[in-house]
T-cell receptor, first 111, second 117 residues
């Protein structure tokens, strides 16, 4: 599975869009980009995933570059409850369902 | 609808004692995962089941750890004997791995915080 690189921490003002980058330059054609987050003292929470096209759901948007070497998770109107560690995970559809969580990005939403 | 349910939420035990952690996955899900999280090692997959059958237990640290899934609605993770280095938060997760591309959409429980003294 491809390795990902994320900034260790980011800050964002409440009400603004939070844009979390992820580099995955070694991603292969059959690998998905998954995003999870973990709020303090809770279990990880699935956010969104994509293969090639941009995706949007009720929680966030996922923008994947055309060459698929990087992606951005967008929280359109961040709230204090979005403060969490965000994990970008690249995993192949032929894999054995083993999500590997790296260090992620610690996002702090400031009032 | 109920999410993944884990019990107990907190467990404090003495070294050498047996510890049993329990998990009830989301109804209808066919895959179940046990993870362990520590500050030093982060979040690690211990074992996962598909249709109640253990598929990969390569993450189980040693023979002191065992996991069972007797039916689709219940799983246990047992540590016997427990050691202080087993202190961690243990998460159970479940998924419905039938839709292509959604195989890794897992839903986590609140975790069990285990402290071994």
């Amino acid at each position: 599975d491809a390795k990902t690189t994320q900034p260790p921490s980011m800050d964002c003002a409440e009400g603004r869009a939070a844009n979390l980058p992820c580099n995955h330059s070694t991603i292969s054609g059959n690998e998905y980009v998954y995003w999870y987050r973990q709020i303090h003292s809770q279990g990880p929470q699935y956010i969104i995933h994509g293969l090639k096209n941009n995706e949007t759901n009720e929680m966030a948007s996922l923008i994947i570059t055309e060459d698929r070497k990087s992606s951005t998770l967008i929280l359109p109107h961040a709230t204090l409850r979005d403060t969490a560690v965000y994990y970008c995970i690249v995993i192949g559809i032929q894999g054995a369902q083993k999500l590997v969580f790296g260090q992620g990005t610690r996002l702090t939403i400031n009032p | 609808d109920a999410g993944v349910i884990q019990s107990p939420r907190h467990e404090v035990t003495e070294m050498g004692q047996e510890v049993t952690l329990r998990c009830k996955p989301i109804s209808g899900h066919n895959s179940l995962f046990w993870y362990r999280q520590t500050m030093m090692r982060g979040l690690e997959l211990l074992i996962y089941f598909n249709n109640n059958v253990p598929i990969d237990d390569s993450g189980m640290p040693e023979d002191r750890f065992s996991a069972k899934m007797p039916n689709a609605s219940f799983s246990t993770l047992k540590i016997q004997p427990s050691e202080p280095r087993d202190s961690a938060v243990y998460f159970c997760a479940s998924s419905l791995a039938r839709t292509r591309g959604r195989e890794y959409e897992q839903y986590f429980g609140p975790g069990t915080r285990l402290t071994v003294t």
